[in-house]
């Protein structure tokens, strides 16, 4: 039975992450008077790219290639270890958030490395950025779940979004998993790189952070990219929704169900932020996510005072 | 009510660490005022839910003062000198963000070695009130624009107020009058200040002020 | 025990042999690399067997010193450092004979092969001595062997100061450990380990002179500056091994210490936890800066040593506040991270090597697209690059994710002790632990990418060629040996127990080694993710090689946004690459930046040079050691060459030693 849920969640993620693009870009459009896109472009847009050629530079060697492939298996993996909805994973241990941010760690590696692998100046300066800002936002993540480690009294993902239900932000652990839920949203955009720390529709390279990356992908390896990242979105939310809005009714369909919804709401929130918020000069993203550290940090010492 | 009150000490927390991390006059203004709403509920909350006509005169006098008169001179005061930013403090924003987190550790220890064993309400609020303090105090210390020293003197008297009603809960408004008056007389010499600094220099870095020296 | 004796034997009969032979250096090359292999299997032998069995071996020899005794002991705890040891100098030696003969002067290959069994010798002894006597002049040993081997290329004038600061930190650091041992063996008034007592009250100053005492050979921030220094002058077998297990030895004397110390204060556990992160976030902001390759491995060490002792300050806290998931997961975490340490530092080293060998510069930034003409070096260094930075499915992250863990479970616990400060505790150890690990994937995608990927900076890195093979054969045995620890974690739980319960006083002995079965499982559900990873991975490498046959495009140039005539030089280097994130550090950093910017409309010249040097030893030790040679020249005075004045002096002395004794 814990099988089966782990792998239902890990099946919905997989067919439902995508999904999550196209609410974000429905809801700018709808901000900015537009129709919007279909609602499924995005799978549209990777069944394209699957079907593509694929151009290689001649500066490339095989970490060019192995960049999007270990990608995908990282995040597919970490996705086992995420609940949702108050369901247990496919597998959870005490830890095992740890590895979650590690194995993000290790997509990012070889991301960076492929980027660095084209010889280009502008995927240099991208894969510069992208360290910098994620070697910011990792403690806050990881002092973020400890927070709420101590709070439900458990060390493994599974264990602490069980623990954490509709009664917890009552009680005198509130405070703190507001600052929480904050501190997160703030990793969320970061990792995600939406506004205000990357914006995805940036037309300029010298600006872009993500996109830039990955300028020299193609074909079906940037499929694979732009599939890796809805995922990551869809791993990042499930571990911010889990935190921010923790309704139970009981019933385990319906909590499921609430957990998709609170995607969906996750999403629109991003778009919300996109439509009405400008980015960040870069030099103040590094102060924007350590103070989302900051926050991680304050919840501690209410946690633990 | 223990909830609520802890809520609104995690609001004051934050809003001293946005202090401590915006450059904008503006926003460090409201955030001064918010700070000073914050304060007026403190003592409702302690004492919900028997509160006399003369501790809401007192709630409301207070933030009447603190979020509406002295945020609302500052910004006049910001507004004549014409200065809108923060722009070379002496110690960078972020390094304030965390020696601000430094502080809260601090907070946290040295009031868990003070004796105090009367809170009935919350073990928030002594710390709270001395992170506020040490706040102010780093606030007046590293920033240049007399503004933001005001700012950080307006923290630090709203740290010494949270801190009074963790003592002074029976006979609050002994403590409630010197506060005001202590705030009255600093913001009036802090506003002449400015705005003598802002006639003489064209400019109300204090920094300046080094050239009066020879 | 006779295998371990045996083991020193051949070790410095390789040692002897290779001097004399030192007019033929082929000749004593061979023998020198001969010994060491030798030496270190049967050391490995030896350990192994104490490990397996779970008992110590020991012996006593007679030995006509005064407070000394010739007791040598392999207890688990000796064997948990003997095995990284041994295998790292063998590696090493393997790889050094051909590295050797081709970049150093004939004449020092033998004198260098002496001294490199010699050093093995001594580490080994220092790791298995059990009197206070033999661990000081086998430590000495150690100190100048691996002196000698830093001054192998003392024509330069640069290696000969990085020598000489490395000699005096060494003595500063031994002064400590001489009164240490001193006051330890005082009441019993013996040097024996067996025989050493602590004075009341006096635990936390002999904690403290140990910190010092083995900090400065560890690498503790801020007594590391001899690591900058030194590292990038040595060879880089000899690197590797000084690095990569010699500072290991004052983890070991550190820990070592702590069994004599049974009632430390909470502030000693609080105080190596403090080091711990300084040493680690200091360590890796460094090495982001630096652009040799060499000194950015240094700088690393520092960083790892950081981790380690972040590792163990959480032992120590567990053991102070009773608290048993932290004692044995800490330590367990700090010893496992010794041995991976060993094992992807040396490897990174040996591959720096290589390409000082292929390339001739060790300068990153004249680096770049080596791994097409060095394949092997540079997949091996990419496997030691991910294992340091922390990364699944390599051992880096085990021994972190065990000292997370151990924290972790602690503060999870339901009735966590509230007398503990568990924030500042969270803060230090998950906070920094996370930071470090970013911060040095940061630092590994730079060095990788801007020596190996993209195009080659300049005419030495387009002419490169790969090493040869035993050089290539030491480091893909240490890479693959990064892969085995990684996949067969929950073995060396096991294998550490008997260790860190050395460690552990015996009253929390049972609880502590309660610990095991219950961090089993967790760290079985990591060693599953990581075959997942692996096997994800590879099925699907294998899917997209299947279906990229259709449509593919080679051999056209990178997008470059419409520019039509890019150069290897427009790349973006590895200065430029750090550069925000040395910015953002610029208050603990303090880079010197030189600046020339393009003037006018037709800019003829314009320039850009950053150098960041160590901020200990430009504003600490700098004007100490400045103020001891300013008063060590106004003692000169006294020393002026008269013999009449200096039959003065010892008359004078006399006359006030008889006033003082008999008046």
Known sequence: MLAISGIVQIVLALVLAPLLQSIINRTKAVFAGRRGQPWLQPYRELWKLVQKGTVYSRTTTAVFVAGPIVGIAAVGLALALVPIGGWPALLSFPGDFLLVAYLLGVGRFFLVSAALDTGSSFEGMGASREVLFSALAEPALLLSLTALAAASHSASLTGIYAAIDSGMPATAAGPAIFLITGAMFVVFLAENARIPVDDPNTHLELTMIHEVMVLDHSGPDFALIQYAAQLKMWLLGSLLLGAAAPFRFGSAWLDLLAGLVGLGAIAVLVGIVESSMARLRLVRVPQFLIAASILSIVALFLVMR | MALWLDVILVLLILTSLWLLGSSRLRACIQAVAFQGIMLGLIPLLCAWPDITVRLAAVAVLSMVVKAIVLPGMLRRAAREANVRYEVQPLIGFTTSLLLGIVLWGLAMHVSRQLPVTMLHVTPLLIPVAIFTIFCGFLLIVSRNTAVMQVIGYLALENGIYVFGWAFAIEDPLLVEMGVLLDVFVAVFVMGIMIYRLSREFDTIETDELDSLKE | ?663
């Open chain 3, 1 to 663: 025990m006779w295998l371990f004796a045996a083991g020193l034997t051949v070790l410095s009969a390789g040692a002897l042999l290779s001097l004399l032979l030192s007019k033929a250096p082929r000749l004593a090359s061979w023998t020198g690399s001969a010994g060491a292999v030798g030496g270190c299997l049967l050391a490995i032998a030896a350990a192994i067997g104490v490990l397996w069995s779970g008992e110590s071996a020991g012996a006593t020899l007679a030995w006509e010193v005064p407070l000394g005794s010739l007791a040598v002991e392999i207890d688990p705890l000796a064997a948990v450092f003997i095995i990284p040891i041994a295998l790292v100098v063998l590696i090493a030696a393997v790889y050094g004979a051909p590295y050797m003969q081709g970049s150093y002067h004939a004449s020092t290959v033998g004198p260098s092969w002496f001294f490199f069994n010699l050093l093995a010798a001594t580490m080994l002894l220092v790791v298995a001595a059990r009197s206070g006597l033999l661990f000081l002049v086998a430590w000495e040993g150690m100190s100048l062997a691996s002196f000698f081997l830093v001054l192998t290329d003392h024509r330069q004038e640069s290696v000969r100061r990085a020598g000489w600061i490395y000699l005096v930190a060494m003595h500063l650091g031994t002064a400590c450990l001489l009164v240490l041992f001193l006051l330890l063996g005082r009441s019993s008034g013996s040097l024996e380990f067996d025989q050493f007592a602590v004075e009341p009250g006096l635990a936390g100053v002999l904690f403290v002179l140990a910190l010092i005492g083995f900090g400065t050979k560890a690498g503790f921030m801020p007594l590391h500056v001899w690591l900058p220094e030194a590292h990038p002058a040595a060879p880089s077998h000899v690197s590797a091994v000084m690095s990569g297990v010699m500072i290991k030895t004052g983890i070991y004397g550190l820990l070592r210490t702590v069994t004599f110390l049974p009632e430390l204060p909470s502030w000693c556990g609080w105080t190596l936890l403090a080091v711990g992160v300084l040493s680690g976030i200091g360590g890796v902001l460094f090495a982001l800066a630096q652009h040799d390759v060499k000194s950015l491995l240094a700088y690393h060490s520092v960083e790892n040593i950081g981790i380690i002792g972040i590792g163990a300050g959480v032992g120590l806290l567990g053991i102070s506040y009773d608290i048993p998931a932290m004692a044995f997961l800490g330590f367990a975490g700090a010893l496992l991270h010794v041995l991976n340490h060993a094992l992807f530092k040396s490897l990174l080293f040996l591959g720096a090597g290589a390409v000082q060998h292929g390339t001739g510069t060790r300068d990153i930034d004249r680096l770049g697209g080596l791994l097409k003409t060095m394949p092997i070096t540079g997949g091996t260094f990419f496997v030691g690059a991910c294992a340091i930075s922390g990364l699944p499915p390599l051992n880096g992250f085990v021994s972190e994710w065990m000292i997370y863990l151990g924290v972790l479970l602690s503060v999870a616990e339901p009735a966590r002790d509230a007398n503990v400060a568990w924030a500042p505790l969270c803060v230090l150890v998950i906070g920094s632990l996370a930071l470090i690990g970013g911060l040095a994937s940061a630092c590994f995608t730079k060095a990788f990418g801007c020596m190996f990927l993209g195009e080659p900076r300049s005419e030495q890195a387009r002419h490169s060629h790969e090493a040869g093979r035993p050089m290539r054969a030491a480091m893909v045995t240490l890479a693959a040996a990064c892969f085995v620890v990684a996949l067969s974690g929950p073995v060396f739980l096991f294998l550490l127990r008997p260790a860190v319960l050395t460690i552990v006083p015996p009253g929390a002995r049972e609880a502590a080694a309660a610990v095991v079965p219950q961090s089993l499982g967790p760290l079985v559900g990591v060693c599953v993710i990581f075959w997942a990873t692996l096997a994800a991975v590879g099925l699907l490498s294998w899917g997209r090689r299947k279906m990229s046959s259709a449509g593919k495009v080679d051999g056209v140039p990178t997008w470059d946004c419409g520019y039509a005539a890019p150069t290897p030089r427009m790349q973006y280097t590895a200065s430029s690459y750090a550069s925000p994130l040395v910015i953002l550090f610029r208050l603990l950093l303090r880079p010197r930046i030189t600046l020339h910017p393009p003037v006018g409309l037709f800019p003829k010249q314009a320039g850009f040079e950053s150098e960041t040097p160590d901020l200990f030893a430009q504003y600490v030790f700098g004007p100490t050691f400045a103020g001891v040679a300013w008063i060590a020249s106004k003692l000169r005075r006294f020393q002026h060459g008269r013999i009449q004045l200096y039959v003065l002096y010892i008359a004078l002395t006399i006359l006030v030693l008889l006033i003082w004794k008999l008046g």
